[in-house]
Antibody
Framework: QVQLVQSGPEVKKPGASVKVSCKAPRYIFSDYYMHWVRQAPGQGLEWMGVIDPSGGRATYSQKFQGRVTMTTDTSTGTLYMDLSRLSSEDTAFYYC????????????WGRGTLVTVSS | QSALTQPASVSGSPGQSITISCTGTSSDVGGYNYVSWYQRHPDKAPKLMIYDVTNRPSGISNRFSGSKSGNTASLTISGLQAEDEADYFCSSYTSSHALGVVFGGGTKLTVL
């Protein structure tokens, strides 16, 4: 079954950083983009940014610019989302979701990674 | 506050039909035929149910249908089944960011 496999839950202190991984099938590294989306408790989904898995070029939402870094490791088929200077407002489920070049919808999602920021 | 507005919850009895709305603006829902709908069961990955307003991916039941009027898109589920109980959220392409996307807040569907 084709799926995106995300890393497990994380608990971090304010000010720390978190790195969430997303292992993807090989075909994602050709003609697809990988997006990162989050959902805080009681809130709607929020787009964070997108990365070209093969080339590594990323574009970030203005809200997270300077705090988020998205990277890709083609050798292991894994994508990463690094978020720094965490605060309690970053407590959320973080999802990776793939979208084929030219399409405007996400055809595959990860199950989400819960990141809890608490002192 | 989400960019697209959805009702927080809807409910229906088995066999009935329900409709979930998703309201945006002319910069997203109203301006493009790029609305998609996703189903999310607890502890499972979201699943694409409808794309480009009306299209169903392979394997999705024809009980699920999508439509749009003006700045509001809708997801209709007919012949409700217990397994349809889940969260549903909409998404739309937005012209405000070249590669970006906006989402609805999600709607909890309860099958009574």
């Amino acid at each position: 079954q084709v799926q995106l496999v995300q890393s497990g839950p994380e608990v971090k202190k304010p000010g720390a950083s978190v790195k969430v991984s997303c292992k993807a099938p090989r075909y994602i590294f050709s003609d697809y983009y990988m997006h990162w989306v989050r959902q805080a408790p009681g809130q709607g989904l929020e787009w964070m940014g997108v990365i070209d898995p093969s080339g590594g070029r990323a574009t970030y939402s203005q809200k997270f610019q300077g705090r988020v870094t998205m990277t890709t490791d083609t050798s292991t088929g894994t994508l990463y989302m690094d978020l720094s200077r965490l605060s309690s407002e970053d407590t959320a489920f973080y999802y990776c979701a793939s979208r084929k070049v030219g399409d405007k919808y996400f055809d595959l999602w990860g199950r989400g990674t819960l990141v809890t920021v608490s002192s | 506050q989400s960019a697209l507005t959805q009702p927080a919850s809807v409910s229906g009895s088995p066999g009935q039909s329900i409709t979930i709305s998703c309201t945006g603006t002319s910069s997203d829902v109203g301006g493009y035929n790029y609305v998609s709908w996703y189903q999310r069961h607890p502890d499972k990955a979201p699943k694409l149910m409808i794309y480009d307003v009306t299209n169903r991916p392979s394997g999705i039941s024809n009980r699920f249908s999508g439509s749009k009027s003006g700045n509001t898109a809708s997801l209709t589920i007919s012949g409700l089944q217990a397994e349809d109980e889940a969260d549903y959220f909409c998404s739309s392409y937005t012209s405000s960011h070249a590669l970006g996307v906006v989402f609805g807040g999600g709607t909890k569907l309860t099958v009574l």
